[in-house]
């Protein structure tokens, strides 16, 4: 399974946008540290270590680094700055979600080119990146985007 298309709820999605912000979306975007030095797992990430785990054996420990919000208007390239700042990560929403609840989103994680991707409303979309800490624990980054419609 691609971590690109892995779709998983991780942690609280993002607040719905107010009505009238149609042109604007909120986005959340998630940091996780892996390591495998301990096997402490962060209950909101369970989900994610299950599956990180199924490929990547030597990950036990899954640790929420950083989670950001911010209300962002379609087509327009936000970033959002991880690990205090010391690692970015460009978020741009190139569609909300359209009447299969879908969404599609162009990322830029460290160190990695632009992926875009269309995803389920709601839903954290983790990346696997390839940067490490000083601690040499491994960064992921999931992002979720809202609203969705309503059933």
Request: aromatic share 4%; glycine share 6%.
């Amino acid at each position: 399974m691609s971590w690109i298309t892995l779709m998983l709820v991780v942690a609280a999605p993002p607040k719905p946008v107010e009505r009238g912000k149609e042109n604007s979306v909120d986005v959340a975007v998630i940091a996780i540290l892996a390591t495998s030095r301990n096997d402490k797992i962060d209950p909101k990430l369970s989900c994610i270590a299950r599956e990180i785990h199924k490929t990547r054996k030597e990950l036990t420990g899954f640790q929420l680094a950083t989670i950001a919000h911010q209300s962002l208007t379609i087509g327009v390239k936000h970033v959002f700055e991880v690990l205090d700042g010391a690692q970015k990560v460009g978020v741009t929403v190139l569609h909300g979600a359209d009447e299969k609840d879908r969404v599609q989103v162009k990322v830029a994680p460290p160190g990695m080119g632009e992926i875009t991707y269309d995803t389920r409303c709601g839903k954290f979309l983790p990346i696997v990146t390839e940067f490490h800490t000083k601690d040499k624990e491994l960064l992921i980054i999931a992002v979720c985007i809202r609203p969705c419609h309503e059933k």
